[in-house]
């Protein structure tokens, strides 16, 4: 029979877990590896579900298209399957070293919102060239590689 007063309900249902707590770790864990193949797949999709939430609300902050800077293209480019997140002076890839991507864009959010002006949204195109100009990359074509 349905509980009438919800919050008794609640209260019932966590008295209930408090006191059942290790079974229900353990149904919980035994689930997972009859089912392993689900939960991956739950996972992933949860994990790309944020991760393109974070993005989106970053090209929102930036403006949601590319700046722009060598002048490539004559319209704003908006196309998001071509926008990357550019750190201005380089060196972005310093602090990404053991995070997730979504830890990663986790910290650039937090810090535009704080009001950083680090991060600019570019085209691909538009940030290719900017690394070559500026040697971002390790190393270029015809040059020696630093060891």
């Avoid at 399957?81 to 053991?98: C, P, S, T, Y």
């Amino acid at each position: 029979m349905p509980y009438k007063d919800p919050e008794r309900q609640k209260t019932n249902h966590k008295n209930y877990v408090q006191t059942h707590r290790e079974q229900i770790n353990t149904n919980q864990r035994n689930w997972r590896k009859l089912n392993s193949d689900k939960c991956r797949k739950t996972q992933r999709t949860s994990t790309r579900k944020c991760r393109e939430k974070l993005k989106r609300e970053i090209f929102e902050l930036l403006g949601g298209c590319c700046t722009n800077p060598y002048g490539q293209h004559k319209e704003p480019y908006t196309d998001i399957r071509a926008l990357q997140i550019d750190h201005i002076n380089g060196g972005g890839r310093k602090g990404r070293h053991g995070k997730s991507s979504i830890s990663i864009y986790r910290d650039i959010l937090i810090q535009i919102k704080s009001g950083s002006k680090n991060y600019q949204l570019l085209c691909a195109n538009c940030n290719w060239i900017k690394r070559y100009k500026n040697h971002e990359q390790p190393y270029f074509i015809g040059e020696k590689k630093n060891d």
